[in-house]
Every structure is written in C-alpha cells, then in structure tokens.
C-alpha cells in the first residue's frame, strides 16, 4: 500500500517485526491450503457414482438423500428468511431514524443474533419448533431454525449493500416526484442487488454448513424425504455422523470432498456477486 | 394522502424487522422456563460449582465443562490471537495491492468452510499428529486448540483489519514524518490508535471459539472429568448437549437445557462487551 518510504534504512527491529507479519500471514495460507489440499488429495479417489445414488443402504452409503435434504432446508430457510432480512435492513437504512432508542436495542439484538452459537439454535429449535409446535425432527423444524441463524447475515450484507447506493440516487428519484416506497423499490433496491444475493448466496453456504443446529432439529435419517415434514439429514449432518461412527472413512472422506467443493463454489460466487457492486458503483 | 401511505409502508417495515427481536425474546425465554426446573432441583451453586457430572447418579454439576470451554479458549486465543492481528497488520499495511486480491478471499474462504471440514480435518489430520509427537491418545485439549486457533483466524483478521483500516491515515504521515520507518509507524501509531478495535475482535474471536461444537466434538475427547492436562480429553459445554440430548430424559433434559442457558449467558456477556469496544473504534463515535 503505502510504501514510499520504504527506502529509509531500517533497523533490525523494523525488520524483524516486517518478516514476523509476513509469516504470520503465509500460517493463515498454509492452513487453508493444507486443510482444503489434504482433503481433495485424500477424498477425490474415493468418489464414484455409487455415492450419488438414489437410496442409502448400509452398503451404500450413500450421500444423495443428504444432498436432496440440504437442496430442500435451502430453498425454505430462504425462503422465510430472505424477505424477513431483506425488510429489516431495508427499515434500518432507508425508515429508521437515526440515535432511535428503539433503532439501537434492534440493532443490538441484530447483533446478539449473529453471536448466538449453532448449538443454542439448536436447542432452541428442538423445545421451539420440534417440541411446542409439534413439528417433529422435520426438515420443515430444521429449516426454520437455521433461518433464524442466517437472519442476521442476510439484515448485515443488504445493509452494507443499500448503504452503498449512492445518495444522489434517492434524490433525482425523489426530484422525480417518486414517494419514499417507489424509490426504494424501484431505484435502490435494484441497484443493491448484487450485494444482497452475495449474502444470500454466503447464508446458503452456512446453512449447507451446519450441523449443530440442525441434528436435534432435521434429525438424521438417510433416506430420501417424502415431504417437509419426514426427517432428514443435511451434507455436513452426514459427513459428522459417518466420521464419528468411523466405519465409513473413505465415503466420509468423498463427502467432505463434495462439501468443499460447494464451499468453493459458494464463496467464489459470493465474491464475483459483490465485486459487481462495486464495479457498479 | 401521500404521507399516510408513506407511514403504512413505515409501520410494515418496521414490524419485519421486528421479527429479529422477537426471536431473541423467544430463544431467552425458552432457555429460561427450560433451564429454570433444573436450576432450581439442584441448586444454582451446585450446579454451577459441581466437580461431577453424572446424569445416572444423579449428580449434575457443570464446572468441568465450565473449565473445559474456558481452557480450550484461552489455548485456542493464544494460538490464534497473535496470528490472527499480524495478519490483519499485513492485510491493512503491508500487503501489495496485486497480493491482496488472492489474500482477501482466502481469508472469507476460510470464515466460510463449514466447522465440520475443520473437525473432520482434525480428526484425521490433527489427532494423529499430536497422537505422534506428544503421546496420549490425541483426542485432547491441545489438539481442540489447535484447531480452533485456527478456526477463529478468519474472524480475528476480518474485524481487526477493518479497525486498523479506520486509523486516519494522518497518523502514520506524521510518524513517518517524524523519522519513523515503515514498520515503527505502523506498530507504534496505527496499532495502539486501533487498540479498542482489536480488543473487540479478539472478543469475537473468543465468543467463536466459546460457541463452536462439531469441530471440538470430534477432536477433545469429550470426557465429562475436570480437565488434567493439555494431552487429556476434556468436554466443553456446547458439546456436552450435543452428547446427551439425544438420550436425555426428565431432570437430566433439564440440566442440559441450563448449560445452553450458562453458555448463553456467556455470549451474551461477551457480545456486551464486543459492543462497548466497538463503539471505541475511530468511525463509530
């Protein structure tokens, strides 16, 4: 960045700490690379065809059925979180008045949110959703529960997003003889789009993720679900339950392949989405 | 007219997003009337201050797993820590621009990977390693650390950076002005000027590394005794309610319900003490 004056002599103290904050840095590289690397070099032999087929027997261990679970918990966790994040920002930013009282508590507990542990959501989906409601260990219980885990993500990332359009925007529209909800949904929310699907699309990373949350919520039954309502396992649900029972390492091995992968795939797609908005800018 | 549409649409937007607060009111109250019957069958003392965990006689007290989330913590913190403030150091400061476009991802790429690849790649990486070259059976409170010093990485470097971002860039000018070289002004000026900031990621970092469960689960051994030693197995409180609940009945379901509830409490605490500090950091009053 600013190195203009790197020319001045340094002492061999500066120098010293310079080398430390390089190395300190190449750790976080080497354990990323030896983490994703060791996983791919071990795993990859062992995927087949096999893994991907339609049921599970105690043969086959099968990872599709999870794959079908985690697709399913995706698409209605989104589904009820997405819009309930999307409005909540779209109050801070744009209705919210600032040095509010009220503001401040709900941005608190926007926060107090994002620091609950996967564990606790857990819990509390299983005395909540499983036990109150009656829903039972269902994919529908575990949906529920990990879109109240996501909500603070998705409100953080449309925030930033909105936050980043331009004032000038909100005032030719208004100019414009646009009203307050016109011109946020019309001329804001569109140009904030590529920042909010790149939290949406991080949210389905960590609901493909998890497995706290969602063991004593979704349950971890390996077959193909019939409805919303039968148990299911997700991906990261599956590789935890064959690693621990330890009979299965080399599918266990091709699911955390597969895992990665979609990890991969998720932040990269993340990235691209919010460097649109920036370039948009 | 216009005006009473403008105050419905107001009034929606803000009962969504009132939608958050109703869900930290309802996660505290049923940790609370679900923790509470334990609490109060065995004794708020005993069971916070009991050295025996042991649901089939009957005996539920949490300090082992108290000691055990916290040790495994404060290990993690000391790995994780001075790595993860260095590398913010290098990402603000020293990292060249045409480096930082591979570095950034990786780090986000890092926060992203799910906690059960880190617990799986300490299962079979980690455990062996330490297995081999500190004995014991390395399922073991150092191998937990270890894993989650790296865990917290991510989380430490994101926050610390962008408190180190926030410094006015006047500050480092006049050091530099001053006679100081590259690396005196960064870690005599723009480090101690950040100092709320870093203390707030360190805080984030613990409150990851307090929370996190599969990973430890598959690393820590997971024995329900007083933690002896960095090569013993420990059990932390977040993996002790994965263990049980699956079998948990009547009091014992309870008592678990009360260690989310400890654990929660936790949080909460730490996430008070994140907001204080963040609100020290320059560009937030």
Known sequence: MVNCFKMQAATTASKVLGITVWLAAGVNVLSLISLIGYILAQGIPYLSWELFALEYTTQNVSLFPALVDTLLMVAVALSLAAPIGIGTAIYFVEYAKKGNKFVSIMD????TLAGIPSVVYGLFGLLFFVIYLQMGYSLLAGACTVAIMILPMIIRTTEEALQAVPISYREESYALGANKLRTVLVVVLPAAVPGILAGIILSIGRIMGETAALVYTAGTVAQLPEDLFSSGRSLAVHLYVLASEGLFMEQAFA????????????????TWM???????N | MNLQKDKFFRNSFFCIAFVS???????????????????????VMKFLLGTRWRP?????????????????????????????ILTAIFMARFCPRKLYRFFKPIVELMAGIPSVIYGFFGLVVLVPLVRDNFGGTGSSLLT????????ILPTIVTVAEAALRAVPESYYEGALALGADHV?????????????????????????????TMAVIMVAGNQARMPQGLLEGVRTMTTNIVIEMGYATDLHYDALIATALVLFLFIVLLNLSFAYFKGGMFGNG
Request: net charge positive; with cysteine; charged share 10%.
């Open chain 1, 108 to 111: 608190m507990t926007t926060d």
């Open chain 1, 255 to 270: 699911t955390a392949v597969v895992l990665v992968i979609i990890t991969v795939i998720i932040n990269g797609a993340s």
């Open chain 1, 274 to 280: 919010a460097g649109k908005l920036m370039r948009g």
């Open chain 2, 21 to 43: 607060v109703v869900a930290v009111v309802m996660i505290c109250s049923f940790l609370f009337v679900g923790g509470m019957p334990a609490l109060e069958k065995i004794g």
């Open chain 2, 56 to 84: 089939s006689s009957e005996l539920y007290g949490i300090l082992p797993m108290i000691l055990g989330s916290m040790y495994v913590t404060m290990c993690a913190l000391i790995f994780g820590v001075p790595i993860g």
């Open chain 2, 144 to 151: 937990a650390a270890l894993l989650l010093g790296i865990m």
């Open chain 2, 184 to 212: 005196r002004s960064v870690f005599f000026t723009i480090v101690p000027a950040a100092k709320s900031g870093l203390v707030a990621a360190i805080i984030l970092g613990l409150g990851r590394a307090v929370g996190e």
